[in-house]
């Protein structure tokens, strides 16, 4: 399925004292994504970013699977990231600008591999001090994969659905050819892209939290 998944985590709007504790944390990390924290990430990312990272993976993969059957409940541990591999000479910045647009992702990205449901996924993700932002593919190869994030001002829920929307419209355009397009949704409640006046549907992933809203779809 050409599809894409994608998940946004604005870290000012999480608990990070409550996120360190057990009894929290694992509620989304199953007992081998802890091991796989001591093993890998832990000395280049601070234990609550690597939760948070986690469960935006999952919830990307989530977003991909929903495509596949709608009924799929959401259990954080039972989505298990497999792989997790840190770029070398990792360092966590601070989000800068605006927004950024692009396609496929750079050597900065954490890449990774989660499982679900007999599925098996790849993951990009992106990791700053203020958000983080993961996309989910079939397989991996993002170089055809638009996504975006963009800082806003207002965090009203209407606001907030209002600017994902517009955010992503202005990508898509850059990418139709003058086409007519539309943003709606399947009868799942699920994104679709619409171009020629429905004659063309395209999967697109939306997302929103905190200050942050993101996209992610693919190039046809």
Known sequence: MISTGNDIVCMSATDIPRTKQSKFYSRILSPSEQALCNQAANTFIPFEYYVWLLWSIKESAFKYLQRINPLLVFSPTKFVVIRL????????????????TQTGFDSAAVEGVIICAGHELSSRSMVYQDVMVSVVN???????????????????????????????????????????????????????????????????SLSHHGAFVGFSFHLC
């Open 85 to 100: 591999d840190i770029p070398a000479g990792f360092l966590m910045e601070t989000f800068s600008g605006t927004s950024i």
């Open 138 to 204: 079939n397989n991996e190869d993002f170089d055809n994969i638009c996504w975006g994030i963009k800082l806003i001002d207002d965090i009203n829920p209407e606001t907030q659905s209002v600017e994902v929307r517009s955010f992503a419209m202005g990508a898509i355009r850059q990418h139709c050819d003058g086409k007519p397009i539309a943003i709606s949704k399947n009868p799942d409640g699920i994104p679709l892209l619409s171009f020629d006046e429905g004659k063309t549907v395209l999967p697109i």
